[in-house]
């Protein structure tokens, strides 16, 4: 987890004038982390639609879908691994030994369960997301978050759409998504606004049918 030797000091911390926060997650897109073999997707300029447009009607493994509105984010950092504490370490302080991955739950209320279906078969596959925010931004990984000249999306893994949950006389219908990030997941985020379009309203794929 840390690296061997150390430097001759502490690494500088610069810290920008403007700060970073997502806010609500409303949709998520959908692509495979491998294009083929072992070329992984990435996409250069995510903040203009023309970037996306072929990615939404691709007949190959770069192709990107669009969830529905997903409603109730919730996310969950993934705690410290520790071993020891008692007699069995040093002044019986545990010792970090990694990272727990990170959880994301939402549901998908009203859905039609073909939708729901299609969204049950990328359980099978290796897939990442980029997610879309209430302002319509974009996150998702840069190869380099000082001077980023391709963005992929954040792999995941444990991908699970459930089955529908009659909601009754108080409750919409309702379908639940979820995934774990990998360990240190965040560590290349970075969340990109685009110039000319809102993800939220004007990425559709290509099959949509509708508003």
């Excluded at 997903?70 to 970090?96: D, H, R, Y």
């Excluded at 049950?120 to 925010?133: A, P, T």
């Excluded at 992929?152 to 639940?176: R, S, T």
């Amino acid at each position: 987890m840390c690296g061997c030797p150390l430097g001759a000091h502490l690494d500088d911390l610069p810290i920008p004038a403007c700060e970073e926060s997502i806010g609500q997650i409303q949709k998520v897109i959908i692509q495979r982390i491998f294009k083929t073999g072992t070329t992984k997707n990435s996409i250069a300029t995510p903040g203009v639609l023309a970037s996306w447009t072929p990615l939404l009607s691709a007949a190959d493994g770069s192709k990107v879908i669009v969830s529905p509105y997903i409603m109730g984010p919730t996310s969950e950092a993934g705690a410290a691994k520790t071993f020891g504490g008692g007699n069995n370490t040093l002044g019986g302080i545990e010792m970090i030994v990694g990272r727990d991955p990170s959880t994301f739950t939402c549901n998908m209320y009203n859905q039609k369960q073909s939708v729901i279906a299609i969204l049950k078969k990328y359980m099978c596959e290796n897939v990442g997301v980029f997610l879309i925010d209430d302002a319509g931004r974009i996150g998702g990984l840069a190869d380099d978050l000082t001077t980023p000249t391709k963005y992929f999306p954040i792999p995941i893994g444990k991908f699970f759409v459930g089955d529908k949950k009659a909601g009754g006389f108080e409750e919409p219908d309702a379908n639940v998504m979820s995934w774990d990030f990998y360990p240190n997941w965040s560590d290349k985020f970075t969340l990109v606004t685009p110039t000319d379009f809102n993800p939220l309203t004007d990425l559709a794929n290509a099959t949509s049918v509708g508003a």
